[in-house]
């Protein structure tokens, strides 16, 4: 049975602070990040010119914005080392007419790329941006891993498959 996702129905943002997680009140959105793999380029006998193609084990920048409406609410963002755990439910419709919870969950660990300022207008609500430069970051469906980044130990795991184990090997990680 086919199944249409329809709406993001509602998310929990968290960030953890020692050894627990808390809330991160009045969080509007968050903006997920475009996985890039940089070209990795070849050239020599055998081959019809130069081939470029992306390098798994040369992964872009990774970042993650959240925007809030208060610097209260979003300062633990603000500290040097960030462990985020970003949360949300999607609905999916199936072709037979039911409904279908999505859970999603995306774990982040990073520092902040800056410390946001804001727009201040009176009679009108401010918009707060925080940014974080990522090293390791984690994307879940109902549980199972869709992908897993960890650039600090060179851990890639995609669709459940950890590419990176043979490389590691190879190097005696």
């Known amino acids: 049975m086919r ?63 959240i925007t809030g409406k208060s610097y209260s609410g979003m300062k633990i963002l603000f500290n040097q080392d960030v462990e985020v755990r970003l949360n949300w439910a999607e609905d999916a419709v199936q072709t037979g007419g039911t409904t279908e919870y999505i859970g999603m969950t995306v774990i982040a660990k990073g520092r902040p790329k800056s410390l946001p300022g804001s727009d201040i207008k009176k009679g009108e609500g401010k918009e707060i941006k925080a940014t974080l430069g990522c090293y390791y970051y984690k994307l879940m469906e109902n549980g199972t891993t869709i992908f897993e980044i960890n650039k600090l130990t060179g851990k890639l795991v995609i669709n459940g498959t950890d590419i990176s184990s043979k490389l590691n090997k190879a190097l005696n990680k």
Do not use: H
């Not at 009140?25 to 019809?48: Q, R, V, Y």
């Open 3 to 65: 199944k249409y996702i329809n709406t993001v129905l509602d998310f929990f943002p968290t960030a953890k602070s020692g050894s627990a997680y808390t809330e991160l009140t009045d969080i509007t959105t968050f903006t997920l990040p475009d996985i890039e793999f940089n070209d990795a380029e070849m050239e020599g006998a055998g081959l019809l010119g130069t081939v470029n193609l992306p390098n798994p084990f040369a992964i872009g920048d990774i970042e993650i914005e």
